[in-house]
């Protein structure tokens, strides 16, 4: 799989992961504390999709804009007058 392909699909990966692992920590919070599943639902899957919006989509556009910076010339320049990141080459 060349570079390009890799990135898109790395940003929906990384936010069904944090998805899931929302919804996981929700069940498992619900089990430990004995409420019912249910009931609760609505505000698991709830949560679980907020988890991956702002930890998956943030984080992962995040990252991409470090990957990118490092390859075109004038966001390397930018990032590095932005973050005084004196090595990018």
């Not at 990966?13 to 498992?28: F, N």
């Not at 679980?48 to 984080?59: D, E, K, Q, S, T």
Request: hydrophobic share 50%.
């Amino acid at each position: 799989m060349d570079k390009g392909h890799a990135v898109s699909i790395f940003l929906p990966a990384v936010i069904v992961g944090w998805t899931l692992a929302g919804v996981t920590a929700g069940i498992l919070v619900c089990v430990l504390t004995g409420t019912d599943l249910t009931a609760a639902l609505a505000d698991i899957i709830c949560g679980g999709g907020y988890a991956g919006i702002i930890l998956g989509l943030f984080g992962g556009v995040f990252f991409l804009y470090k990957q990118i910076s490092e390859t075109v010339p004038f966001i390397r320049s930018s990032y590095r007058k932005s973050t005084g990141y004196r090595n990018a080459v």
